[in-house]
């Protein structure tokens, strides 16, 4: 069965940083796009990175300079390092993957709060 | 526009049809598939319809989607009480360089 387990959210001060993980499962991380998506409580989904198989990567402006994505194959991890927290990084953050452009697996979420 | 505007809600009685829209530019709904995610109280969001108009296994044929130009719609016909959800549409933008979704619409079952 293919799942998706993230896990690294917490608390945070603004500027600090902070390493969340996606550990897949019944399939190989490397070998699809994947994503990261965020949701602020009882808002909209945005799309924050992704990942190609030949290790190219997308961010959202938002985030650009600040955010990484990147992924250890042999761990079968998924990572998204986050610097320079802003309040408004405040978000339940999902990773997915995209099998030709849809996204049809996601993980359950880890709840990021960044405030002083 | 660099965004994908949906309603930002829609309702109908059971067994009714409801039709959610979504409204892009050339740069991504022109250009590219669009996607219809299913976000149910209190879950994770789950596909529901991909390359415009198809049905992921398991997704009932009640869900259908279509695209013109630079605009889709989700259809949901024979409407139940368990389709109550957000419902958001995507995808990407070649301008941008990145990943769309639409602004999200709340169907409520009346």
């Known amino acids: 069965e293919v799942q998706l387990a993230e896990s690294g959210g917490g608390l945070v001060q603004p500027g600090g940083s902070l390493t969340l993980s996606c550990q897949g499962s019944?399939?190989?991380?490397?070998?699809?796009?994947m994503h990261w998506v965020r949701q602020t409580p009882g808002k909209g989904l945005v799309w924050v990175s992704r990942?190609?198989?030949?290790?190219?990567?997308n961010h959202a402006d938002s985030v650009k300079g600040r955010f990484t994505i990147s992924r250890d194959n042999a761990k079968d991890t998924l990572y998204l390092q986050m610097n320079s927290l802003r309040v408004e990084d405040t978000a339940v953050y999902y990773c997915?993957?995209?099998?030709?452009?849809?996204?049809?697996?996601w993980g359950q979420g880890t709840l990021v709060t960044v405030s002083s | 526009q660099s965004v994908l505007t949906q309603p930002p809600s829609a309702s109908g009685t059971p067994g009714q049809r409801v039709t959610v829209s979504c409204s892009g530019s050339s740069s991504n709904i022109g250009r590219d598939n669009v996607y219809w995610y299913q976000q149910l109280p209190g879950t994770v969001p789950k596909l529901l319809i991909y390359n415009n108009d198809q049905r992921p296994s398991g997704v009932p044929d009640r869900f259908s989607g279509s695209k013109s130009g630079t605009s889709a719609s989700l259809a949901i016909s024979g409407l139940r009480s368990e389709d109550e959800a957000d419902y958001y549409c995507a995808a990407w933008d070649d301008s941008l360089s990145g990943y769309l979704f639409g602004t999200g619409t709340k169907v409520t079952v009346l």
């Open positions: 997915s993957r995209d099998t030709f452009g849809r996204h049809d697996q």
């Open positions: 019944g399939f190989s991380v490397s070998s699809d796009w």
């Open positions: 990942i190609a198989p030949d290790g190219k990567t």
